[in-house]
């Protein structure tokens, strides 16, 4: 009787029911991935440009123009031959399905045909929507999506629908959530990929493969935060872009002439007065050719998070990261020249880090898109190339805004050619006395 009852259990074991078999074959996942032995080469994302507007649910979508037709992911809609899998294989099969449950909070049962239907909308607008997340378009007939995606992409559609947005503001705002948590899972799992080689001394692809064993304890800890940080964030960037506005552009202005304080008042589609800085490493490009790439790795992330505290800690913010490089504001032309002065200070100090190239000009500037843009940001960018090893170079405007703290000594410098600005005269901006920010290691 023991072998009668085994003998179903082992076969049920080792071979797919024609259900999942079915059920494999059409999920457009990676239910028929083995369990991984090496890195898995990914395809990049395609770029996708988004239409302009919600179409109504009895509007079909438009054929006319080539840009509305689906791309399609790789490999969704074909069938691939499914080997019978091992044990192993099928439990972990059963553990990407269970995972990918639990983060969607349901099975994709929806095509983008049902799930526009529950939004309201066109097929076209629903695919607006999806794309502005990030994500590629798919074949029309895949059920590639969950009662929860409708619910969520519908949220934009009722703001929409009641006049709280416009079409444009709603697939930017959910462009700006696509493109922001995209980064920030790439970031969260290389980290445990990371933690898991250094601390376990796994090999890349076994790390890879024990971070999907982790992530199950992680997950509802991270959503949490994720929260309180949005909220966070959210609170500390009304301060800066709207209730400390007026006081900023205030001292922006100060100690201007009369003829200077009009032509600023004209600068209105620069809204925001802010000091701009750059911080580059030198002989990047050089270096990096002559390490590995786990040395690299460590260089960039230590040159990061470095000047992420600094930044943080100086009351500044990071705008963004680019490999050798960092931008930066902050509210006064003080907290930019201490940041500026922290960071070459640190850098220089670091063993692992070569010296860096630093600048800070205090000006105007354009926030969008969580970046920031305008002519300030042009000239901390072309100063920083001019500016030698382990030096800050700051322009007239700013050191005239500095001279008036005993903190800085401002070294003038002989004027140079800036592409795009003419005669520019710099300075070199130096600490006069001790203190500026202190870091919270050695």
């Known amino acids: 009787m023991d072998d009668e009852t085994e003998t179903p259990d082992r076969a049920e074991q080792t071979e797919y029911t024609a259900e999942e078999l079915a059920a494999a074959r059409a999920d457009w996942s990676d239910f028929n991935v083995p369990r991984p032995e090496r890195p898995k080469q990914t395809a990049p994302r395609p770029r996708q440009v988004p239409d302009r507007g ?8 438009s054929s006319a123009h080539p840009a509305e037709q689906p791309t399609h992911a790789p490999g969704v809609g074909a069938t691939a031959p499914i080997p019978t899998p091992s044990l192993e294989e099928r439990a972990w099969h059963r553990n990407i399905r269970e995972l990918e449950h639990r983060l969607l909070g349901a099975e994709r049962t929806l095509t983008y045909r049902e799930m526009a239907q529950r939004m309201g909308v066109s097929t076209r607008s629903a695919r607006k929507l999806w794309r502005a997340l990030g994500f590629p ?5 895949v059920k590639a999506f969950t009662e929860a995606d409708a619910e969520a992409l519908a949220q934009m559609v009722h703001l929409v629908g009641e006049g709280h947005l416009n079409q444009e503001t709603a697939i930017s705002l959910t462009r700006s959530v696509g493109q922001m948590t995209d980064r920030m899972v790439v970031w969260q799992i290389e980290a445990l990929v990371e933690d898991k080689i250094a601390n376990q001394e ?4 076994e790390a890879r493969s024990h971070v999907f064993d982790t992530l199950p304890k992680l997950i509802d800890p991270l959503h949490q935060l994720l929260g309180y940080a949005w909220r966070r964030q959210l609170s500390a960037a009304l301060q800066r872009l709207t209730v400390r506005v007026e006081s900023g552009l205030a ?8 003829a200077e304080l009009e032509q600023s008042r004209d600068d209105a ?4 007065a802010r000091a701009v800085g750059f911080a580059d490493l030198v002989s990047y490009t050089s270096l990096s050719r002559q390490m590995s790439e786990r040395t690299l790795a460590h260089m960039v992330q230590r040159f990061e998070s470095r000047c992420a505290e600094i930044i943080s800690i100086g009351g500044g913010r990071l705008v963004k990261t680019v490999g050798d490089e960092v931008l930066y504001n902050a509210e006064t032309p003080e907290a930019g020249a201490e940041i500026a002065l922290a960071l070459s200070e640190t850098i220089a100090a670091d063993d692992v880090l070569p010296e860096a190239r630093v600048s800070v000009v205090w000006g105007r500037v354009l926030s969008r898109m969580g970046d920031i843009y305008g002519p300030t940001v042009n000239l901390a960018a072309r100063l920083t190339s001019l500016a030698d090893p382990g030096t800050i170079l700051v322009d007239a405007s700013t050191a005239e805004a500095l001279e008036l703290s005993q903190d800085y000594l401002l070294v003038p410098q002989p004027p140079r050619l800036v592409r795009g600005f003419g005669e520019v005269s710099p300075s070199l901006l130096l600490r006069a006395r001790t203190g500026g920010i202190a870091l919270d290691h050695a």
């Open 269 to 272: 589609p620069l809204p925001l």
């Open 251 to 258: 001292s922006l202005d100060r100690g201007r002439d009369p």
């Open 54 to 61: 919600f179409a109504p649910e009895s509007v079909a979508p």
């Open 137 to 141: 378009n798919l074949d029309e007939d």
């Open 202 to 205: 796994y090999s890349d692809a």
